[in-house]
């Protein structure tokens, strides 16, 4: 039966042709209306819901489920199942994230007026009716954020439109202030629905997942991490495992923590202090209206208690891309490396993240939290964030520093023998080496930490 999801010419469900095979569909609409029976003991249906053809994310596949009334009126659910959702892969710590999840998403909506969709059930293991793990979520209609941030439209309207958004987001994400803890990590829920405590969390691990790609297997690889006493080994946890096999890439190892390590100074007064936070801040998990009034934020897949220094006050994904030279598709004057992928220009980015700044400060004041951010630091996380990234993500890793030093090559000064043009290559060979001059290391420090304090960039 899964092969009739598939179009010989274009197989974008590919990668979920395991979990397809094993799902039973004809099951889908029972377990619905069981469901949907539960819920609503007085609302009663026309028919057996309705499955539809299913789509993706990068994780996760969804059926939409489509319940009629008997007064003909209609509504639709959502079947999220993961794409490794079945027993050969599908393990213990799959099992405890899924849950997490869900009571997670729960616990937000309960105590939020964030937009996240309704949770009316869920199955942890494969052991179901229909053979996977899965949640049963509202479907929240809307337009993706990614269509409307891109969709063609006069300057002075695309930025009334962007600034609109962003005051939206910034709203909502101010509210996960309400859940913070001593430890970072997965939320365990008792049988009331509160945080018992913080735990380990599945990390997923970018080295194996790249190594399995490379076979064709595209099933995400994960590890236990966590809990985090400390900030600091939330960013070091991967890295710590991370064996280059050159001086050049050990020194630039050692260079990424040294830098972990100024972030931690600079956040000292958090660095025992997590907050929930959305696991994946990018647009295609933001539904707008078509005036861009915020209608949902889905995917909260791998939600836990994140580093406030990457935490919820911090800026979007698709507003820190320009420090992420790798993955970025502008040069540095603003112009498009890849036409067929839009792209905001450096300049751009500068002003959304002052916008951004800007509505952080005014969600916090209209939500009085006044008090518990004297300093909010949202404009730190451009560096911290792309840090992270850095250190969860070998491959990205050079790009994202030799950025950074040169940026902090345009406000420090670092004696003779050391040129700015050649400076992220001598700290690299010199950390290798284990012969960096304080001389050296304090205007580098310096200039990283005035990155950090930047409001500006």
């Not at 469901?35 to 249906?45: E, G, K, M, Q, V």
């Amino acid at each position: 039966m899964a092969a009739n999801y598939f179009d010989a010419e274009e197989d974008e469900l590919a990668p979920f042709r395991p979990v397809l095979a094993v799902v039973r569909k004809n099951e889908i609409p029972l377990e619905a209306k069981k469901i949907w029976n539960s819920a609503y003991p007085d609302r009663s249906l026309l028919h057996l819901p309705i499955v539809r053809q299913p789509h993706h994310g990068s994780y996760n596949i969804l059926f939409e489920v489509q319940f009629t009334f008997k007064d003909k009126r209609e509504e639709i659910w959502l079947l999220k199942i993961p794409i490794n959702g079945i027993p050969s892969y599908w393990d213990t710590l799959c099992t405890n994230e899924l849950e997490s999840e869900a009571r997670t998403m729960q616990l937000i909506r309960n105590r939020t007026t964030i937009p996240v969709p309704e949770v009316f059930g869920y199955e942890k293991t494969c052991d179901n009716p229909l053979k996977c793990p899965h949640i049963w979520l509202s479907f929240i209609p809307g337009i993706s954020l990614y269509d409307f941030w891109h969709a063609e439209t006069s300057e002075a309207n695309r930025t009334s439109r962007r600034t609109h958004v962003l005051k939206g987001v910034a709203s909502a994400m101010v509210q996960l202030s309400k859940f913070s803890y001593n430890e970072g990590g997965r939320l365990l829920f008792d049988s009331k629905g509160q945080v018992k405590q913080v735990v380990h969390r599945r990390e997923r691990d970018s080295v194996e997942s790249d190594a399995r790609l490379d076979k064709d297997n595209y099933m995400p690889a994960y590890r236990s991490s966590g809990p985090y006493g400390k900030a600091k080994q939330f960013y070091t946890t991967a890295l710590d495992r991370y064996n280059p096999g050159t001086d050049f890439l050990r020194g630039q190892k050692r260079l990424l923590e040294f830098f972990i390590d100024c972030v931690d100074e600079f956040f000292a007064d958090y660095r025992q202090s997590f907050v929930l936070a959305h696991p994946d801040f990018s647009l295609q998990n933001f539904l707008v209206d078509k005036y861009g009034n915020l209608t949902g934020i889905i995917d909260w897949d791998g939600v836990g208690a994140w580093p406030k220094s990457l935490g919820n006050l911090s800026y979007p994904g698709w507003l820190t891309r320009d420090w992420d030279p790798g993955m970025y598709g502008c040069d540095p004057a603003g112009q498009l490396l890849y036409h067929e992928v839009p792209e905001d220009s450096p300049q751009t980015l500068v002003h959304c993240r002052y916008i951004y700044q800007t509505a952080i400060v005014d969600a916090i004041v209209e939500n009085n939290m006044q008090k518990n951010y004297r300093n909010q630091n949202t404009s730190a996380t451009l560096i911290t964030e792309n840090l992270y990234i850095a250190a969860t993500h070998p491959m990205r890793s050079g790009n994202i520093l030799k950025k950074i030093v040169d940026e902090i090559a345009k406000v420090a000064e670092v004696p003779y023998p050391y040129s700015m043009e050649f400076l992220y290559r001598d700290l690299c060979y010199g950390f290798a080496e284990g012969k960096l001059p304080n001389e050296v290391l304090a205007p580098v420090k310096g200039g990283f930490t005035a990155l950090l304090r930047s409001t500006d960039l």
